[in-house]
Structures are given as structure tokens and as C-alpha cells.
């Protein structure tokens, strides 16, 4: 098992900027990457970034490329998001997922098995 806690996560005003983290705990041996997803209300889960736990590879989708950068520590087992020039439809929960297998489908909920409790991000006009 992988346990999850997100943080970070706030109000904000369009074109400022967050950092979100995710500290893993438990069988974090065994993860193959972590990633960032994010959800408003009425829509389905959204990829938002993911990195390799080991050589780094990042991957973003075209919405938040450019703006967010994606980071780990391996000592602290904790990944990182950077939000910059957010933007009002950035506004969602953001969700830390976590991996344990290799999968190039990266931007598929279902191809992730553990996954944290969620955190507000709120981007006011």
C-alpha cells in the first residue's frame, strides 16, 4: 500500500501562482510514477502532469504546458506541482496519484492504483 496526503491548495488570484505537494508513505519502493489530476464539478477527472518516480520524464497535457512544472524528491518520497499563470478554469480539486507498475497510458485514471484525498484550487477572475 501507498498512502497519499496532499497540500497546498488555496484561493487565488487569475495569473498568480501554487505549489502543490504529495508525501507518499508505505511501499513507496515500489512506485513507477506519480502524477496530478483534477476534477470540477459536472466534468470527469482531468490528467494534469506526471513524472517518472525514476529517470524524471514529465508529461503534460497542452492546457497546463508551459504554465505547470512537475517535480519529485525521491529522499522525501514527495512530488510537486508548480502552478503558474493560473487561470479560472484551472479551478478544481487536484488529486495525487501514485503508481506501483509501468504504463505509457499516463493520462488514464484507471492506469493509476493509489490516490489521495484531494485539494481545493480555486482561481478567482
Known amino acids: 500500500q501507498v498512502q497519499l496526503v496532499e497540500s497546498g491548495g488555496g484561493l487565488v488570484q487569475a495569473g498568480g501562482s501554487l505549489r502543490l505537494s504529495c508525501a507518499a508513505s508505505?511501499?513507496?519502493?515500489?512506485?513507477?510514477?506519480m502524477g496530478w489530476f483534477r476534477q470540477a464539478p459536472g466534468n470527469e477527472r482531468e490528467f494534469v502532469a506526471a513524472i517518472s518516480w525514476g529517470d524524471g520524464s514529465s508529461y503534460y497535457p497542452d492546457s497546463v504546458k508551459g504554465r505547470f512544472t512537475i517535480s519529485r524528491d525521491n529522499a522525501k518520497n514527495t512530488a510537486y506541482l508548480q502552478m503558474n499563470s493560473l487561470k479560472p478554469e484551472d479551478t478544481a480539486v487536484y488529486y495525487c496519484?501514485?503508481?506501483?507498475?509501468?504504463?505509457?497510458?499516463?493520462?488514464?485514471?484507471?492506469?493509476?492504483?493509489?490516490w489521495g484525498q484531494g485539494t481545493q484550487v480555486t482561481v478567482s477572475p
Open positions: 496519484a501514485a503508481r506501483t507498475y509501468y504504463s505509457v497510458r499516463y493520462y488514464l485514471p484507471l492506469e493509476w492504483n493509489y
Open positions: 508505505g511501499r513507496t519502493f515500489s512506485m513507477d510514477a
